[in-house]
């Protein structure tokens, strides 16, 4: 693909997306926010009203995804996590999934399982991805889900327990990471799908969280799962390929399967921290200039504007890391610094920080739910744990500039 040359301008159609975006974040996600976080309970009939919109839908997502920009998915996050998080990760949770089979899976697997993973708007369906496991969080290669080939059968029989899984055992389609030869570590593991109805998976414990939730959080448990393998991602004879290769001790020329998702995803959680961050600035900047004590308003005190200044900077600094990822991968860049890394650092760790000073410039209201930054805060704080937390992300941003293995 030809450069495209350098410009912060979006185009008119990125203005366009970004103006529906935020209409259908403030008229239908920012509303129910309270509510759906509340019942900490998957919002079903919001999903629903993103599916009808066109938003929740291969289209949707496969026309921002491949945005010459790079810009598209990243415009679309931020403004619909700047209505509400929970439910923003509810609407996206699925396309971690569909990256997953984007990124290991042949043609014809993609075209068959992504569509199915969104269903249609008169009957939606949802994708879960389960990588991380009680024993094996940062730590991917400690992974202890098996897959077995069962040579007789032409099947792989799956075992193990995933944990944290977003939509997990309530999505219509799992995949799944799993080991295929322990002894190889994350390079002997490879990613199958778990279609509708298979016997032997079910969900486990359904996680109560402090923010986030109104995105359904579980444990889901694999017990003798067969699967035939067409739902190998990949395929078997890529998969014998590589395991070979990397017995031989070569490199395989690709990272393991949990990390390809990840690096794909990784602007994208970035965009939604900068939505939820955004989003507290905004309460918290109304509501300097309406407060008022000592007789005036408290937004004239340095002590309330230059928080609000700061706030406003680092996320405006975190979008351009953003933008810059973004942009990179897209153009096939090659992340030489980790820049995907770096974006979600940044933009997780000022969300976390933007949001708690939202709540110190709205003072006692801020710390109750009659206003919505003490939710925000609680939301943001998932962004320096999941996709890989933040001293993760600074290992990954260390080595990369380093050439040293830091541990
Ligand atoms: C709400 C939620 C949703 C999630 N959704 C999904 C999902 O859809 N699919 C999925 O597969 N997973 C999901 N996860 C899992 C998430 O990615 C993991 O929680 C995360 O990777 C951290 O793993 P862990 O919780 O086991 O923490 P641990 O790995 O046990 O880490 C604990 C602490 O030790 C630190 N630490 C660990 N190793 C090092 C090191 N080498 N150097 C320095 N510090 C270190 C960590 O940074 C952290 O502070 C989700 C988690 C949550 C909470």
Known sequence: MADLAFSLELSDDQKELQKWLHEFAAEVIRPAAHEWDEREETPWPIIQEAAKAG??????????????????????????????????????????????????????????????????????????????????????????????????????????????????????????????????????QASFVVPPGTKGLSQGQKFKKHGIRASHTAEVVLDDVRLPGKYLLGGKEKLDDRLNRAREGLKTGRSQPSMATFERTRPTVGAQAVGIARAAYEVALEYAKQREQFGRPIIENQGIAFKLADMKTRIDASRLLVWRAAWMARQGKEFTAAEGSQCKLFAGETAVWVTEQAIQVLGGNGYTREYPVERMHRDAKIYTIFEGTSEIQRLVIARAISGTYIR
């Open 55 to 188: 938003i929740y839908s291969l289209d949707f997502m496969a026309s921002q995804w491949f945005d010459d920009s790079g810009l598209g998915m990243v415009i679309a996050q931020e403004e619909l996590f700047w209505g509400d998080a929970g439910i923003g990760l509810a609407i996206m949770g699925t396309g971690l999934a569909a990256a997953a089979v984007s990124a290991n899976g042949t043609n014809e697997q993609i075209g068959e399982f992504v569509p199915a993973m969104y269903g249609t708007p008169d009957d939606i369906k949802l994708g879960s991805f389960c990588s991380s496991e009680p024993d094996a969080g940062s730590d991917v290669g400690a992974m202890k889900t098996r897959a077995i080939w069962d040579e007789a059968a032409g099947e792989w029989v799956l075992n193990g327990t995933k944990t944290w899984a977003t939509n997990g055992g309530i999505a219509d389609w799992h995949v799944i990471v799993a080991s295929v030869d322990p002894s190889l570590a994350t390079r002997g």
